[in-house]
């Protein structure tokens, strides 16, 4: 029977978020919501979920003719909950919760190594357990789906 080899992070990682908002701005990107993350932020901006997803949301192609639902980005790539740091920071969504503990992050130590982000290798061990449990909890709650909406003329 082959040996199982340890993940890279088997003895923790050093991460300690510093809030410089780099992550949150500046360049393009996603932030996937899934259920739990819409109704702690509808309750929290005290709106109706469909006011809540026209308003700050957009749908994102996703895989085999679905959509994501993300949350929009200003015109120069902020967060559109970025107001000289996070609006919403206590009811941030899972995807920002967890960073940067991704599937897509831990995928390689070198990968790890290779992100700029100040706060990965200083501060706090996160031990393989939590690192885990990170990952599980993002499995366990996927992203919100819908099929593709086509505009008119579309094939």
């Keep these: 029977m082959p040996a199982v080899s340890k ?13 410089c908002s780099e992550c949150c701005r500046i360049d393009p990107g996603f932030v996937f919501l899934r259920k739990k993350d819409t109704e702690i932020l509808v309750s929290a901006l005290k709106m109706k979920y469909t006011e809540f997803v026209e308003t700050y949301c957009r749908w994102v192609p996703g895989f085999d003719g679905t959509e994501q639902l993300s949350l929009k980005e200003k015109a120069n790539y902020d967060c559109i909950f970025w107001d000289r740091g996070c609006s919403v920071y206590e009811s941030r969504p899972l995807q920002c919760r967890t960073f940067p503990f991704w599937p897509s992050m831990l995928e390689s130590a070198k990968y790890w190594k290779s992100m700029s982000c100040p706060g990965m290798g200083k501060g706090a061990l996160h031990t393989r ?3 885990e449990l990170f990952l599980a909890q993002q499995r366990a709650e996927p992203v919100i789906e819908r099929i593709a909406v086509k505009k008119p003329g579309e094939i």
């Design 129 to 131: 357990g939590e690192i």
């Design 7 to 19: 993940p890279f992070y088997a003895n923790g990682l050093l991460f300690s978020c510093t809030r």
